[in-house]
């Protein structure tokens, strides 16, 4: 029952005035589990990459050097951003409800980057940041929080590419569709929104016991009482996705679902007994959808 353990230390910890901060020192000084492993930086340059072959593919033909891009949810150490100014993007808006960016973890995704370099040939991006002032001056990374992705006010149609990793399933549920038309909003007609998104029970991730499918087994009364605002997840499937991008005028141009070997449990909770199995089977999910015309057209399904 680890799990269960995690889930009411966050939910405990999310009652205080500043839960991400003491949330953040937790894990920082008591845990040690940040920063995060090496490893963990190298799959999250790979993701960056997917999402740059992704602008490449169904993005606007416009250089990654002329392109604007846009994430929601940018986290602590801003491994993913800086992954893309590597890749050769030159203009990035971040917007974070708070403040959760680390001077300190930003500067260990740049050491690890410039490790990195060398070996892909990457752009050095070179010593530490003294602050978050220096990224647009360095990386061309435009922070901005506190900030509603739902109201960014920024300008409509300012954007070429969207993108979100690992995010979108901590979205409460009736936040999705708004956060969604604004993204659809500041896109230009020729731009695409590119998202990764994981389905699984995330206390799976740490507790190998646990069913990634555990979460699907609870009522919604019986989830709130462990799902917190630190680790909110709304457990919605690949279809509520593709329902919420459709009702905000974006459609699926390609996507890659994988489902994993782990049977579904037998003992799901009503709402999701509804479910086509082969949909709630879903796990992860890359998805890009667009509002140009070609949008349109019947997905690609894409295999690696």
Same mark, same amino acid.
């Given at each position: 029952?680890?799990?269960?353990? #995690? ?16 949330? /953040?020192?937790? &894990? ?28 490449? #593919? ?33 203009? &990035? ?49 435009? /922070? ?88 909110? &997840? ?12 459709? &009702? ?57």
């Amino acid at each position: 029952m680890r799990w269960l353990a #995690k889930a009411f230390l966050q939910k405990s910890l999310s009652a205080l005035p500043q839960a991400e901060r003491a949330n /953040y020192l937790l &894990q920082r000084h008591v845990t040690h589990s940040l920063p995060g492993p090496e490893a963990g930086f190298r799959r999250r340059f790979e993701r960056a990459e997917h999402h740059v072959e992704a602008y490449r #593919k169904h993005g606007p033909n416009r250089p990654l050097a002329e392109a604007v891009f846009y994430e929601f949810g940018a986290g602590w150490d801003l491994a993913g951003p800086l992954s893309f100014w590597a890749l050769g993007v030159e203009r &990035q808006i971040l917007v974070d409800l708070r403040t959760n960016l680390r001077v300190e973890l930003v500067n260990t995704s740049i050491e690890r980057l410039r490790i990195l370099a060398p070996e892909r040939g990457l752009r050095e991006p070179g010593g530490p940041i003294a602050s978050a002032s220096d990224l647009e001056a360095r990386f061309g990374i435009r /922070y901005l929080a506190p900030r509603d992705a739902r109201d960014t006010g920024l300008a409509a149609e300012s954007v070429d590419f969207v993108t979100s990793t690992s995010t979108l399933e901590h979205i409460p549920e009736e936040d999705l569709v708004p956060l969604l038309a604004e993204c659809r909003r500041l896109l230009r007609p020729d731009g695409a929104m590119s998202s990764r998104i994981d389905l699984s029970d995330h206390f799976s991730h740490f507790d190998g016991s646990l069913s990634p499918y555990n979460f699907l087994r609870y009522s919604d009364r019986a989830w709130r009482f462990v799902n917190s605002t630190l680790l909110h &997840q709304n457990r919605l499937r690949r279809s509520d996705y593709v329902s919420a991008l459709e &009702q905000t005028g974006l459609a699926v141009l390609a996507e890659k679902p994988w489902r994993p070997k782990a049977a579904v449990p037998d003992d799901l909770d009503r709402r999701f007994q509804a479910y086509d199995p082969e949909d709630l089977a879903v796990l992860g999910l890359r998805i890009v959808a667009g509002r140009s015309p070609d949008a349109l057209e019947e997905p690609e399904h894409v295999v690696r």
